[in-house]
């Protein structure tokens, strides 16, 4: 329900939703808008014309489209955090005190609902915030990445890290070696994950089986995770199941295997192919050939899982470049990619320290620039072409400098 209102010369929004709280607030210099999920941590702001997106681990990214359409984005200070998180926590408790001093009225009328909502977003101060990241910090280990839609899932640590570990261009789990969970350690983690949600389980969508590599697990070791998982989320409810996979070795599973996993309401399954040059994935440390993970989209798609695939662009540089994109074709093309399916382009992020970074410089890739990479995917994608019994999969960028969980 949205409640509208004038308080303090300004004209204020409130909306109540299954999910979340939104407050708006908005004067002649300033319109800021505030979304709580319904345990009362600060979820989203928008101030001006800057939009802000706290994770769970407390920290806040700030994303804005400069005049001339560039997006621009950068992690907030610790200050500028306590700052917005401040004026967000004493927005919510200043329009709660006057609807409760009923020196604000707003239509229609405030029910209790709104209140529960309001009163724990006043909550949300500086100190609760810090609280709740270290809540976090305790329940989960750091989750490197997920696919940009499922920024909103609920993560379960089925297993941690990675089980290959030597991709030159990631980074993600280096510190951490790979581990698959036993049921008793993943019914406490999945109970934990549960209790720390609290109300704020409501807003959201899906279920993401971490980390890097969890459908790696033998199916003997996964089947009483995915059934420890129905146990303690309403997976139906949330829209299934979903995962990370290699698409190159380990255990490979078979097209019943995934089937069972889809009975067990496992939907996509994402693979970050990068390349279709099998030299540049040998240069890349990336195990497997592209052929691999062809039959693994095969498989995973024969069983009725779609799929999430993941090419980089840039990858290579300037040496691989014209066998990238015409390797990368080839095996977009073979993976009969349908409506059900994402296909997702990944700017190649390098950054001192990297393995990747020092092979590019040692060996003389030559980086492509952001007009070279994004001409890259314009040249990958009108090549591609998709059957008319399948339909068009949506095709996306995917941008790691942005996640937040
Ligand atoms: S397999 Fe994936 S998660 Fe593991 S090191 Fe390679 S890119 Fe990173």
């Keep these: 329900m949205i409640h ?27 319109t800021a808008v505030f979304s709580w999920d319904l345990a009362g941590r600060l979820w989203t702001a928008m101030i001006n014309t800057v939009s802000y997106r706290r994770g769970l ?27 917005l998180i401040g004026y967000a926590q004493l927005s919510a408790s200043d329009i709660l005190t006057d609807l409760q001093q009923r020196t604000v009225v707003i239509t229609p009328s405030a029910d209790a609902e709104l209140l529960t909502a309001l009163e724990a977003a006043a909550c949300f101060t500086w100190p609760q915030s810090l609280n709740d990241a270290a809540h976090y910090s305790q329940v989960y280990k ?27 261009f990631c980074d993600f789990y280096k510190s951490r070696p790979f581990h698959i969970k036993s049921p008793q350690e993943f019914s406490a983690h999945a109970r934990a994950v549960h ?5 704020g389980l409501s807003l959201r969508r899906t279920v993401f089986l971490g980390d890097a590599n969890a459908l790696v697990i033998p ?29 190159f070795s380990g255990e490979k599973k078979t097209i019943a295997d995934y089937q069972t996993l889809a009975q067990m309401q496992l939907k996509r399954v994402y693979i970050g ?3 279709g040059s099998d030299e540049l994935l040998s240069a890349l440390k990336k195990p497997g ?12 798609k024969q069983a009725g899982v779609s799929v999430g695939v993941i090419f980089l662009l840039g990858v290579g540089g300037k040496k691989y470049a014209a066998e990238h994109v015409r390797e990368t074709i080839r095996v977009i093309n073979a993976m009969q990619l349908g409506l059900e399916d994402i296909l997702y382009f990944s700017e190649m992020v390098e950054h001192e320290g990297m393995e990747y970074t020092r092979s590019a410089y040692t060996q003389d890739y030559g980086l492509l620039s952001a007009a070279e990479r ?28 942005e996640f937040v969980y």
């Excluded at 509208?4 to 708006?24: D, E, M």
């Excluded at 995915?226 to 989320?233: A, G, S, V």
């Excluded at 050939?289 to 995973?300: E, F, G, I």
């Excluded at 008319?388 to 949506?394: A, C, F, L, N, R």
Aim: one cysteine or more; proline letters at 4%; a negative charge.
């Design 4 to 30: 509208l209102g004038q308080w303090q010369n300004q004209k204020i929004t409130l909306s109540r939703k299954i999910n979340s709280l939104t407050l708006s607030r908005e004067s002649k210099t300033e």
């Design 57 to 83: 681990d407390g920290k806040v990214i700030a994303k804005w489209i400069s005049p001339t359409q560039e997006r621009g984005r950068r992690w907030l200070s610790l200050e500028e955090s306590q700052q």
């Design 142 to 168: 750091p989750v490197g990445i997920l696919p940009p839609d499922q920024y909103m899932a609920v993560v379960l640590q089925a297993a941690e890290g990675c089980s290959f570990n030597t991709c030159t």
């Design 195 to 199: 209790d720390y949600l609290g109300k």
């Design 219 to 247: 199916m003997k070791r996964l089947v009483p995770l995915l059934e420890i998982t129905h146990n303690t989320f309403p997976v139906d409810k949330l829209g299934g199941i979903y995962a990370f996979l290699d698409g």
């Design 273 to 275: 192919v990068e390349t």
């Design 289 to 300: 050939s592209a052929a691999d993970a062809v039959q693994t989209v095969t498989r995973l």
């Design 374 to 401: 994004a001409a890259q995917e314009e040249e990958i994608t009108a090549a591609l072409q998709f059957s008319e019994t399948y339909g068009v999969p949506h095709i996306s960028r995917y941008d790691i400098r």
